[in-house]
């Protein structure tokens, strides 16, 4: 799913530069957060789904 809002990112962006619309750019700049925090909760979930820790802390 983070993944396909970055693709739509990649769309926007490609409208925004070939057509130069407006809209394009900023919804392309809003795409980035969101699939940020799509990536990252993908992450902490399969972590959890695996019952370790998604982070580890360096070994002293």
Same mark, same amino acid.
């Given at each position: 799913?983070?993944?396909?809002?970055?693709?739509?990112?990649?769309?926007?962006?490609?409208?925004?530069?070939?057509?130069?619309?407006?809209?394009?750019?900023?919804?392309?700049?809003?795409? !980035?957060?969101?699939?940020?925090?799509? *990536? %990252?909760? !993908?992450?902490?979930?399969?972590?959890? *789904? %695996?019952?370790?820790?998604?982070?580890?802390?360096?070994?002293?």
């Amino acid at each position: 799913m983070a993944l396909s809002t970055y693709v739509l990112m990649a769309i926007f962006s490609g409208m925004g530069f070939v057509w130069k619309h407006p809209f394009a750019d900023i919804a392309a700049k809003n795409c !980035a957060p969101i699939g940020a925090n799509q *990536l %990252l909760s !993908a992450i902490r979930t399969f972590g959890s *789904l %695996l019952n370790e820790p998604w982070f580890r802390p360096l070994a002293c």
